[in-house]
């Protein structure tokens, strides 16, 4: 099982970026999934998530309207589109897989993708 | 919504001494949808405990999860030098999940 995020790196306040996770070793289409970020030297805070299907999203309110999750099950794909970033939302960006069914734990994370909002 | 408080804030013990980590929910967890992660230094977090008391994959017997209610304890038994880390809470019958801000585990 693999999780590769991508997609990470510098961005200006109000820029974009678009972070990319790959799965490989999974059925992919048979988990929701996650994206959890952690800033520097803090804890773990929840970002987006999306149904096995893609029909729901949900999102943290410091994140709602600004960033947007999607996925592609026939490539193994979920997306984060990050706008209009600010400072606070410089982190590590974990995709994560939650156990297969419903209210899991989340049983697999990827290495983690690097984003950094500075001027 | 349901915020988690993880005590102690840093944890020193030396390794083969009992380390027991404390999670406190602001309501009753009814379901026990109550997990627990270990975090290592430059390391993504990995699944230690569901359901407040089941070993994920994998996981040595040295760590134990016990709790209900709003009071939930992660126990190690006997501290292996790998087990010093930083450990999350984390509470997943909700939508977004939450977590707790982490104890860490420090070499004393």
């Known amino acids: 099982v693999q999780l590769v995020e991508s997609g990470g790196g510098l961005a200006q306040p109000g820029g974009s970026l678009r972070l990319s996770c790959s799965g490989s070793?999974?059925?992919?289409?048979?988990?929701?999934m996650h994206w959890v970020r952690q800033a520097p030297g803090k804890g773990l805070e929840y970002v987006s998530g999306?149904?096995?299907?893609?029909?729901?999203?949900i999102y943290a309110d410091s994140v709602k309207g600004r960033f947007t999750i999607s996925r592609d099950n026939s490539n193994n794909k979920m997306d984060l589109q990050l706008s209009s970033l600010r400072s606070e939302d410089t982190a590590v960006y974990y995709c994560v897989r939650e156990e297969a069914g419903d209210w899991k734990p989340f049983d697999f994370w990827g290495q983690g993708t690097l984003v950094i909002v500075s001027s | 919504e349901i915020v988690l408080t993880q005590s102690p804030g840093t944890l020193s013990l030396s390794p083969g001494e009992r380390a027991t980590l404390s999670c406190r929910a602001s309501q009753s967890l009814y379901t026990n949808y109550l997990a627990w992660y270990q975090q290592r230094p430059g390391q993504a977090p990995r699944l230690l405990i569901y359901g407040a008391s089941y070993r994920a994959t994998g996981i040595p017997d040295r760590f134990s999860g016990s709790g209900s209610g709003t009071d939930f304890a992660l126990t190690v038994s006997r501290l292996e030098p790998e087990d010093f880390a930083v450990y999350f809470c984390?509470?997943?019958?909700?939508?977004?999940?939450?977590f707790g801000q982490g104890t860490t585990v420090e070499v004393k």
């Open positions: 070793g999974i059925s992919f289409s048979s988990h929701h």
């Open positions: 984390q509470y997943y019958y909700t939508s977004p999940q939450t």
């Open positions: 999306i149904v096995r299907n893609g029909d729901k999203t």
